[in-house]
């Protein structure tokens, strides 16, 4: 992730800060015309709906098994007041709430590695060493489904199984792929200046390591915490009778001191809440700016647009609150699996059709629609082949690198299309990195 934040400092900020583009799709529509970013922003409020539902389904059914209340209740208690000062306080409550509950988070996942230390004989020393006796701090292994077991990782290349190598391209092209939603962008076009929001993106890159590594900690810590202090229905949640996603309601239930229990219940719904707003925000403004301003009413007032930002807003948080109730009265698995295969095929190409208007003066349309076409079908292809006698002939992929195969199908269907297709010749200043003003950013 380090690399790609230099990658974003240095590379994607220039197509952001020069006061022209207030989107990552408004810059498609310069690129490659207005069909592209529609298509693109309209699959990015479909998959940001799917993704706070999700969230929000998630984080009601913790405060569910904590404090027992009905989960339409718990849905309301935390997507309700997150759509409200969100709705109501637009990207300024996101801003400086995002603060707060960052710290909150932090506060709840340090309570649980600390009360976990407290309550075991020999502290956190002693939960480590179980931990690496059993390959859980290792870099180098990982959970083979079928035995149970941590195993050790390959270490060349392969697109049937994990390796090492193939984790770190995969993570690469995940993160190099969130540098490109406007939930990112907006943030950057946000900063007071090109050197703010470069400085944010440092602090990142610096930070997101040990953050998201003190997280996986507290997992690991409560399974080498109940690795000495054997539960039975902890056993059930760990071998699959029970969801694992139990483990750490029930930690807080039963260890867990009543007031400092009610801190970690807030940092998780702060993550939530982190989550949710800025996903609302950043959908209302996609809705705005790249598909309501240019495609059904032009050249209204800033208030008339900020108006309507305002009610795209409440239609996502609705949108919200309707999907995490759908995922709770339907079958789970089945919900997860279509969103995961409505963002492969819709927007698995997506990345590479940024990457293919950054780094080349080729192509418009004509060349990226081919690209997407060839993305769809090929995800199909390779989801139709991991089911059982779907089709005749099978691809040797795993579905992990859906995304990754994907992107590259895409990248190089869009460049062999711009050879047939040739561009109309239009001015492509500040749209490719061959092309860049050297006049200071703003």
Known sequence: FPFVALFSARVLIPFFRRGTITSAYGYLNARFGRSVSYYAAAVFL?????????????????????????????????????ALYTVGGGFDAVIWTDVLQTLTLVTGAGILIGVAAFRTAGGLGQLLEVAWEHGKLSFLRDLNPDTGLLEPLAGGWSLEHKTFLMLLIVGIV????????????????????????????????????????????VGTVLWAFFRLHPDPRV????TGVRK??????????????????????????????????????AAG???????????????KSDKHYLVVG???????????????WLFYSSSIKTLNEISILLANICGGGMLAVFLFGIFTRRGDSRAVWPALIANGVFVVWLVLSHREQAIPYSLPVSLYYSALIGNAVTFVVALLASLIFAAEKRDLTNLTVWDQESTPLV
């Not at 209740?73 to 997150?82: N, P, S, Y």
């Not at 056993?235 to 760990?238: G, S």
Request: hydrophobic share 60%.
């Open 310 to 324: 305002f009610m795209a807003s409440a239609a996502v948080s609705l949108l919200m609150l309707g999907g995490a």
């Open 174 to 217: 995940q993160f190099m792929n969130a540098q490109f939603h406007q939930t990112t962008v907006q943030r950057w076009c946000s900063a007071k200046s090109a050197k703010e929001s470069r400085r944010a993106i440092a602090v990142l890159g610096i930070s997101a390591i040990p953050v998201w590594a003190g997280f996986m900690l």
């Open 235 to 238: 056993t059930e949640m760990l």
């Open 244 to 281: 694992a996603e139990e483990i750490v309601p029930y930690f807080l239930t039963r260890f867990v001191p009543a007031g400092w229990a009610g801190l970690v219940i807030a940092g998780a719904m702060a993550a939530a809440m982190s989550s949710l707003s800025s996903s609302i925000n």
């Open 285 to 299: 403004m996609v809705w705005v700016r790249d598909i309501y301003a240019p495609g059904i009413a032009r050249h």
């Open 46 to 82: 479909l998959i940001q709906v799917v993704r706070i539902s999700s969230i929000l389904f998630l984080i009601s059914l913790i405060v569910q098994s904590v404090t027992g209340l009905p989960f339409f209740a718990c849905l309301l208690l935390a997507g309700g007041i997150t």
